[in-house]
């Protein structure tokens, strides 16, 4: 029978799982972060005047399998009371936190790589879904095309007042806005790691308690049962207090009764 405070933590951590899976589905917001299927898209504030185009964040629905795979295994572990096989709930989970982690953390090492791959995703993101938007920012900035001037551009025929490619001022306007995004998703896998690292702890610290109170009762009920059982053996029954048990002694010098003389003499033997 599983003990309240262990059914605590264990409900604790299969909360905190299915956070980390809400995390990943709403904090999506740059392309390319743990996954190749997010992306930001490239938007403008004014689409008529095209003067202040910006970078926005998208959030898509996107669910991680792993994720909820141990989430269902939690969850029915929680339901059948099982706690011998929390560790193969727990571990699946923080081995692929943990190497999401390691992946966002030298993807951040190198800032400017960093910057051009999520702006590539980017730019790739809006030349499928929304040409205009590419079309804006190669008005306004009189470039054509991404890392070259060929790299989908938005128009097909080429302009030949365009020197340059879109990257080097999309790099200088959006690269910090980009890079403080990987940080915060970074910071993120950050807490995950942390918080399941922290219930699962507390959960080996709970169950280690709960066991080890279990063991000081059994060995300080373990002498009331021993004497019991001594005292069942050494009790005589009613047939044996009624008997009467005569001893016969030898006859010895010492037992023996000796004639009293007058003034107190004994004979001499």
């Given at each position: 029978?599983?003990?309240?405070?262990?059914?605590?933590?264990?409900f604790i951590i299969a909360?905190?799982?299915?956070?980390?899976?809400?995390?990943?589905?709403?904090?999506?917001?740059?392309?390319?972060?743990?996954?190749?299927?997010?992306?930001?898209?490239?938007?403008?504030?004014?689409?008529?005047?095209?003067?202040?185009?910006?970078?926005?964040?998208?959030?898509?629905?996107?669910?991680?399998?792993?994720?909820?795979?141990?989430?269902?295994?939690?969850?029915?572990?929680?339901?059948?009371?099982s706690t011998a096989y929390?560790?193969?709930?727990?571990?699946?989970?923080?081995?692929?936190?943990?190497?999401?982690?390691?992946?966002?953390?030298?993807?951040?090492?190198?800032?400017?790589?960093?910057?051009?791959?999520?702006?590539?995703?980017?730019?790739?993101?809006?030349?499928?879904?929304?040409?205009?938007?590419?079309?804006?920012?190669?008005?306004?900035?009189?470039?054509?095309?991404?890392?070259?001037?060929?790299?989908?551009?938005?128009?097909?025929?080429?302009?030949?007042?365009?020197?340059?490619?879109?990257?080097?001022?999309?790099?200088?306007?959006?690269?910090?806005?980009?890079?403080?995004?990987?940080?915060?998703?970074?910071?993120?896998?950050?807490?995950?790691?942390?918080?399941?690292?922290?219930?699962?702890?507390?959960?080996?610290?709970?169950?280690?308690?709960?066991?080890?109170?279990?063991?000081?009762?059994?060995?300080?009920?373990?002498?009331?049962?021993?004497?019991?059982?001594?005292?069942?053996?050494?009790?005589?029954?009613?047939?044996?207090?009624?008997?009467?048990?005569?001893?016969?002694?030898?006859?010895?010098?010492?037992?023996?009764?000796?004639?009293?003389?007058?003034?107190?003499?004994?004979?001499?033997?």
């Amino acid at each position: 029978m599983i003990s309240y405070t262990l059914r605590k933590w264990m409900f604790i951590i299969a909360l905190f799982s299915i956070t980390c899976i809400a995390a990943l589905l709403i904090i999506q917001v740059i392309c390319g972060s743990s996954s190749n299927n997010s992306a930001s898209v490239l938007d403008q504030q004014n689409h008529h005047s095209s003067q202040s185009i910006e970078i926005m964040p998208s959030f898509q629905i996107q669910i991680e399998w792993l994720h909820l795979s141990v989430v269902i295994l939690y969850a029915t572990g929680l339901i059948i009371t099982s706690t011998a096989y929390i560790h193969w709930y727990f571990v699946p989970l923080a081995v692929f936190i943990g190497i999401q982690w390691m992946y966002s953390t030298f993807a951040l090492l190198d800032r400017e790589s960093y910057i051009k791959d999520q702006l590539q995703l980017s730019w790739q993101a809006a030349y499928k879904d929304n040409v205009s938007i590419l079309e804006n920012i190669q008005n306004q900035w009189h470039c054509q095309g991404f890392s070259t001037i060929l790299d989908d551009p938005a128009f097909n025929s080429f302009d030949e007042n365009v020197d340059d490619a879109c990257y080097p001022v999309l790099a200088e306007t959006f690269g910090s806005t980009i890079f403080i995004w990987g940080i915060g998703l970074w910071v993120v896998k950050v807490i995950q790691i942390i918080g399941l690292m922290a219930c699962y702890a507390l959960y080996i610290h709970t169950h280690h308690e709960f066991k080890q109170n279990d063991q000081e009762r059994g060995i300080i009920q373990l002498p009331e049962h021993d004497t019991d059982m001594e005292e069942e053996l050494y009790t005589d029954t009613e047939d044996e207090d009624d008997a009467a048990t005569i001893v016969v002694l030898p006859s010895t010098p010492v037992n023996e009764k000796q004639p009293i003389l007058h003034d107190g003499e004994y004979p001499l033997l």
